[in-house]
Nanobody, 115 residues
Framework: QVQLVESGGGLVQAGGSLRLSCAIS????????MGWYRQAPGKQRELVAV???????VYGDSVKGRFTLSRASALNTVHLQMNSLKPEDTAVYYC?????????WGQGTQVTVSS
């Protein structure tokens, strides 16, 4: 079993920055991928950034150049640095961890960007 605890969401003005963190604990030895997804009201959950076992990071098209995913492996923590935030980045952000065929999700953290 894997537990994911997110932190760092909040309210920010357009152009501002936020940093999300996800603390991962439990049976984490079967890592396949980890990263962040988001879901805005009335929309499907979408990829923000994901790190695979080759340590390649894939970013969603809408966040490329503005968001940066990083991992503190010793602390089993994943961070998402979000810069130049836009109102359309407003969503609930979910930490995701994939261990083989199993998917684990955090509870979500709200990010609201005001114009």
């Amino acid at each position: 079993q894997v537990q994911l605890v997110e932190s760092g969401g909040g309210l920010v003005q357009a152009g501002g920055s936020l940093r999300l963190s996800c603390a991962i604990s439990g049976s984490i030895s079967a890592f396949s991928a980890m990263g962040w997804y988001r879901q805005a009201p009335g929309k499907q959950r979408e990829l923000v950034a994901v790190l695979d076992t080759s340590y390649r990071t894939v970013y969603g098209d809408s966040v490329k150049g503005r968001f940066t995913l990083s991992r503190a492996s010793a602390l089993n923590t994943v961070h998402l640095q979000m810069n130049s935030l836009k109102p359309e980045d407003t969503a609930v952000y979910y930490c995701h961890y994939k261990a083989g065929p199993l998917d684990y999700w955090g509870q979500g953290t709200q990010v609201t960007v005001s114009s």
